[in-house]
């Protein structure tokens, strides 16, 4: 079965930084993109960010580019997300997402989520 | 960056009755690279349709997708009481995936 769990939100101050983790289960990790993808209080859902099964490829939404970073650990079967310079309008419950098979680009599993609140 | 348009933004309904859901994009997007999903509340979505047309793993088949191009479909055939929720379309181009911004069904 496959398992996702979020962890690592928390409420920080606008311009502070927060590494959230995403421990997987029940697949074979490395052979799957995986992506961040986010849902601010009562709003749609926005797709934050995105890294192939090995690491070497990394994409972003430009809302976050050049703050928040991807990564993951094939060896732990963890994906991270550090976001640096956070705003008020990144507060959102952030899903971990496993990437389906590379010619459909959907996202089949999903984690709960972790929230993430920015305020001073 | 492709912009997926999706209506109507609401959608009162009887259990029992069709529903047919609209994404339109401002660009051709891949038949391969459309998705739909399902969120209810307090929970995370559920992936539903992916490739245009082909339901996800365990999804029943009164949920169906169609189109091409710009302008793509999710139709649930006879509404069940678990399915009203809100449903987004997705895409992914150019390294970039985008949602839209949902149609709600709701119990009329």
């Known amino acids: 079965e496959v398992q996702l769990l979020e962890s690592g939100g928390g409420l920080v101050q606008p311009g502070e930084s927060l590494r959230l983790s995403c421990a997987a289960s029940?697949?074979?990790?490395?052979?799957?993109?995986m992506s961040w993808v986010r849902q601010a209080p009562g709003k749609g859902l926005e797709w934050v960010s995105a890294i192939s099964g090995s690491g070497g490829n990394t994409y972003y939404s430009d809302s976050v580019k050049g703050r928040f970073t991807i990564s993951r650990d094939n060896s732990k079967n963890t994906l991270y997300l550090q976001m640096n310079s956070l705003r008020a309008e990144d507060t959102a419950l952030y899903y971990c997402?496993?990437?389906?098979?590379?010619?459909?680009?959907?996202?089949?599993?999903w984690g709960q989520g972790t929230l993430v609140t920015v305020s001073s | 960056e492709i912009v997926l348009t999706q209506s109507p933004g609401t959608l009162s309904l009887s259990p029992g009755e069709r529903a047919t859901l609209s994404c339109r994009a401002s660009?051709?997007?891949?038949?391969?690279?459309l998705s739909w999903y399902q969120q209810k509340p307090g929970q995370a979505p559920r992936l539903l349709i992916y490739?245009?047309?082909s339901r996800a793993t365990g999804i029943p088949d009164r949920f169906s997708g169609s189109g091409s191009g710009t302008d793509f479909t999710l139709t649930i055939s006879r509404l069940e009481p678990e399915d009203f929720a809100v449903y987004y379309c997705?895409?992914?181009?150019?390294?970039?995936?985008?949602f839209g911004q949902g149609t709600k069904v709701e119990i009329k």
């Open positions: 660009q051709s997007v891949s038949s391969s690279y």
């Open positions: 997705q895409q992914y181009g150019s390294a970039q995936w985008t």
């Open positions: 490739g245009a047309s």
């Open positions: 029940g697949f074979t990790f490395r052979n799957y993109a």
């Open positions: 997402a496993k990437g389906s098979a590379p010619e459909y680009k959907s996202l089949d599993y």
